[in-house]
Nanobody
Framework: QVQLVESGGGLVLAGGSLRLSCAAS??????MGWFRQAPGKEREFVAA?????LLADFVKGRFTISRDNAKNTVYLQMNSLKPEDTAVYYC?????????????????WGQGTQVTVSS
């Protein structure tokens, strides 16, 4: 059974940092990524890693994505957090390599972890 389990969310002051983790079990994936969904907004792409790295423009210079293939885990290091980064962050995985930004291009999803940035 394939599972993606996120951890690392929480409450942080603006300017602070958090590191999200997503552990995959059941199989390995070519590409893993992160999306987020703020209240009342659509889910949006944040970052993906599948051979290369793709970051959304609004996180460049602040967030980094990495993966540990031995642990089948992907990480999202979030620095210089802003209140507008407040959202539920979802881990996503797709079988093949190739970074994608569309929700329907990912095969599996985690349950999400809440990130709240207070000003």
């Amino acid at each position: 059974q394939v599972q993606l389990v996120e951890s690392g969310g929480g409450l942080v002051l603006a300017g602070g940092s958090l590191r999200l983790s997503c552990a995959a079990s059941g199989r390995t994936f070519g590409t893993m990524g992160w999306f987020r969904q703020a209240p009342g907004k659509e889910r949006e792409f944040v970052a993906a890693i599948g051979g290369s790295i793709l970051l959304a423009d609004f996180v460049k210079g602040r967030f980094t994505i990495s993966r540990d293939n031995a642990k089948n885990t992907v990480y999202l290091q979030m620095n210089s957090l802003k209140p507008e980064d407040t959202a539920v962050y979802y881990c996503a995985a797709r079988y093949s390599y190739g970074n994608r930004q569309k929700i329907n291009e990912y095969d599996y999803w985690g349950q999400g972890t809440q990130v709240t940035v207070s000003s």
